[in-house]
T-cell receptor
Framework: EPEVTQTPSHQVTQMGQEVILRCVPI?????FYWYRQILGQKVEFLVS????????KSEIFDDQFSVERPDGSNFTLKIRSTKLEDSAMYFC?????????????FGPGTRLTVT | AQSVSQHNHHVILSEAASLELGCNYS??????LFWYVQYPGQHLQLLLK??????LVKGIKGFEAEFIKSKFSFNLRKPSVQWSDTAEYFC????????????FGGGTRLMVKP
């Protein structure tokens, strides 16, 4: 069964450094998402991406965050200058249709630790 | 803004016991509803979803959920749990005016004792 994959599984970085989290969505999917879960808190929506542009984003997704689909298979989340509060599990998801017609498939997550 | 509440944070059951996990949401319009499960060390997987039609939805592994619009609820049920159901369960809601964003509840950690 096709799966969403994410690399790395764990990333440790120093405050102020840039990080790029990578995701390979399911190959025929068109909609891509990033969510995060700070330890002990809810899973929170960050951004959705369709047709090579951001379709919606949450308040969390400020100017420090950006997303890109650099080629036909990868979908990346970049945090320009990490803060301690960016420490969280970051989940990538993809779907073949909008969420009103299809489920979102989630990857295993990247645990980001900012020190 | 929409919100989702799961009132049970931790549930411990013995095998063969019946399960009901509560999920309530705050949004008055049309919603799409989901239950996801995360087994230890694994990624979030869809258990079941409701878009429209019969409010009693059957999912994988013997789970079902009932959408009660008047109560803004979408509770998850299973008549007889197994040790392998030990996992964290997340309710998620997409409001029709919220694009493709899923709003998640806080999760319920279920432990089934053999």
């Amino acid at each position: 069964e096709p799966e969403v994959t994410q690399t790395p599984s764990h990333q440790v970085t120093q405050m102020g450094q840039e990080v790029i989290l990578r995701c390979v969505p399911i190959s025929n999917h068109l909609y891509f998402y990033w969510y995060r879960q700070i330890l002990g808190q809810k899973v929170e929506f960050l951004v959705s991406f369709y047709n090579n542009e951001i379709s919606e984003k949450s308040e969390i997704f400020d100017d420090q965050f950006s997303v890109e689909r650099p080629d036909g298979s990868n979908f990346t989340l970049k945090i320009r200058s990490t803060k301690l509060e960016d420490s969280a599990m970051y989940f990538c998801a993809s779907s073949d249709q909008t969420v009103k017609a299809s489920e979102q498939y989630f990857g295993p997550g990247t645990r980001l630790t900012v020190t | 803004a929409q919100s989702v509440s799961q009132h049970n944070h931790h549930v411990i059951l013995s095998e063969a016991a019946s399960l009901e996990l509560g999920c309530n949401y705050s949004y008055g319009g049309t919603v799409n509803l989901f239950w996801y499960v995360q087994y230890p060390g694994q990624h979030l997987q869809l258990l079941l979803k409701y878009f429209s039609g019969d409010p009693l939805v059957k999912g994988i592994k013997g789970f079902e959920a009932e959408f009660i619009k008047s109560k803004f609820s979408f509770n998850l049920r299973k008549p007889s749990v197994q040790w392998s159901d030990t996992a964290e369960y997340f309710c998620a809601v997409n409001a029709n005016n919220a694009g493709n964003m899923l709003t998640f509840g806080g999760g319920t950690r279920l432990m089934v004792k053999p």
